[in-house]
């Protein structure tokens, strides 16, 4: 079978198709066909040698995958053969709080990823995806799906009438969106993007934010909050845009830290105490989470927005797309 490896080296250009020995399931396991995969920014990190740079090579990448169950077996109860199911981002935190255990079992990171035309996972290391998606809006709900709803949903509590600040147009931003409207709050949205913004406007987001034309972007939050700032903040630009979101969150209000996408930055702490901000650090989510989530995106039939869908031979293409920043949600990657 064909699977995608990190080969000798580090590098986009060093991601490539190769030839693996067909799986097996054992004991409590399940077969999986792949059908689809999603990218997250983790998985640039990955390729780069960025996220761990002593990672052993070769290297099965990506965390974000779904497949049809071909073979289930002995002692497998959790699913069936023909279901399509995605596989959890961390193998073994299945509820409650994140454990070192689960940490250690991250796909595409702690251990090998999905990338393979066959995958074995063990049952409870995977989830049934709701009837209505495509296989590649399934494989975007691991790890962006799932970090938005820990966020905003699992630990942000929010509500209807609240004010959510999102920054960007990526893959966890853009769900953030759609969960924060879905719960029916306001959605204020930076970009770097004219075109982007006018997107996130038919998505439900009152208002857009240049944050290239507009540098002091927390000042025009605070002013569209009428001086007050924002419930939350979904922080995906990490130290080099915490201080700002510090400004644009309200006195007792909440910042989701999630991401590391604006660099390093000098984070001022004393306004976390002054103005008594709960900042939450996010890891994706347990599989209870997953499940929870998965109920409510089948309830409202809310669908995932994929950016594009290349062909796995393409995946060098894939990445550099999402390097390039050019992309709005997720980028996809399915058997063509
Ligand atoms: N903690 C966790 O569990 C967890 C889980 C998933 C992801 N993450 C992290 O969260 C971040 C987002 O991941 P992703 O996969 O969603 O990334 P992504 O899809 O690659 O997001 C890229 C987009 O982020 C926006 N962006 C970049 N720099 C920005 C800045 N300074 N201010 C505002 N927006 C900026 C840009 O949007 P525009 O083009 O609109 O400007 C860019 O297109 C990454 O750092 C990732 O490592 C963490």
Redesign the pocket.
């Known amino acids: 079978m064909k699977a995608i490896a990190l080969e000798n080296a580090f590098g986009i250009e060093n991601v490539r198709v190769i030839e693996r020995p067909d799986r097996k399931a054992g004991i409590g396991e399940v077969l999986l066909k792949m059908k689809a995969w999603s ?4 998985d ?2 990955v390729a780069k040698g960025l996220y761990n740079p002593k990672l052993k090579l070769p290297f099965v990448p990506l965390s974000d995958g779904v497949g049809e169950v071909l073979a289930a077996a002995d002692g497998v109860t959790r699913v069936k053969v023909g279901e399509r199911v995605a596989g959890c981002f961390m193998q073994r935190w299945m509820t409650g709080e994140p454990t070192e255990a689960g940490a250690k079992s991250a796909l595409g990171g702690a251990i090998e990823g999905l990338a393979a035309e066959q995958v074995v996972l063990h049952e409870d290391g995977v989830v049934g995806i709701p009837a209505h998606l495509s296989d590649a809006e399934a494989a975007t709900l691991p ?2 799906a799932l ?1 938005a709803w ?1 966020a905003l949903v699992t630990q942000g509590h929010i509500k209807a009438g609240d004010t959510v600040l999102i ?7 853009i769900f953030a969106l759609q969960f924060a409207r879905l719960l029916g709050a306001r959605v204020i949205v ?4 004219n075109t ?1 913004l006018d997107r996130v406007k038919k998505l439900g987001a009152s208002d857009g934010i240049n ?1 290239k034309e507009t540098p002091n972007w927390e000042e025009k939050v605070r002013e569209l909050t009428g001086g007050a700032g924002v419930d939350h903040v979904v922080e ?3 130290a ?2 915490f201080n700002q979101s510090l400004k644009a969150v309200r006195l007792g209000g909440r910042i989701s ?7 390093k930055g000098d984070v001022n702490l004393t306004p976390i105490l002054m103005k008594s901000v709960c900042v939450q ?4 989510g347990s599989r209870e989470m997953f499940e929870a989530m998965n109920r409510a995106i089948a309830l409202h039939e809310l669908r995932p927005v994929v950016d594009r869908v290349f062909d796995l031979k393409d995946i060098q293409a894939a990445l550099k797309h ?1 390097e390039s ?7 996809c990657i399915a058997i063509k």
Do not use: D, E, P, W
């Not at 990218?39 to 983790?42: A, D, E, K, S």
């Open positions: 990218l997250n920014y983790r640039l990190l790890c962006a970090t820990n920054q960007g147009t990526g893959g966890v931003s930076t970009s770097s993007s982007k944050y995906v630009g990490g080099g845009t830290l999630i991401g590391v996408l604006a660099g650090g996010i890891f994706v999402m920043r050019a992309h709005f949600g997720k980028v």
